[in-house]
């Protein structure tokens, strides 16, 4: 379905418990890289990222790295370091990457959300894949003008979705 408005919007990833994503049917997380997990210029997961994780895990969620990234090894690296799977060049918008991961996760779409800070790639190819769609606010915008014009474009669908707050 063709779709800019996020099933909800939380503020960061830390707002996504196991419990509450489990409490949603949620058993695959798919996640964006830059400026969801980490900021741009960061490469390595912090130890609020690990213990992350592990309350997925605890709660039977998977999570799963699904990136534009046309570079592979940053986006590697990071989910080796993170002990996860990943999928680089994903295309997003586009729906391949995503029943790819779904694929190999062994999840179908109505178990899986997608969370991400933009809503013309992470938003739009969620819904379009049937896949629930978390929009984050991004970690920093800070020294590239491209990424606060994207951010300005997105705001009014920021604001029509304003009622569709995660509740943890
Ligand atoms: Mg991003």
């Not at 418990?17 to 489990?22: N, P, V």
């Not at 769609?133 to 474009?153: C, Q, V």
Request: aromatic share 8%; net charge positive; with cysteine.
């Amino acid at each position: 379905m063709f779709s800019l408005l996020p099933w909800r919007q939380a503020r960061s990833i830390f707002d996504l418990t196991g419990e509450t994503l489990a409490g949603q049917g949620i058993a695959l997380l798919l996640a964006d890289l830059d400026n969801t997990l980490i900021p741009y210029a960061q490469s390595q997961p912090t130890q609020a990222l690990l213990d992350w994780r592990d309350d997925l895990a605890r709660h039977g969620v998977t999570l799963f790295l699904l990136s534009n990234n046309r570079k592979p090894q940053r986006p590697e690296r990071f989910a080796q370091a993170l002990g996860i799977d990943c999928l680089t060049h994903a295309g997003k918008p586009k729906t391949g990457g995503f029943f790819r991961a779904m694929e190999r996760c062994g999840a179908a779409a109505g178990e899986t959300a997608m969370v991400g800070d933009q809503v013309f790639t992470d938003v739009l190819g969620a819904n379009r894949a049937g896949v629930r769609s978390i929009l984050i606010r991004p970690i920093r915008l800070a020294g590239n003008p491209g990424r606060y014009l994207r951010y300005w474009a997105e705001l009014p669908l920021r604001w029509l979705s304003r009622g569709r707050r995660w509740k943890g």
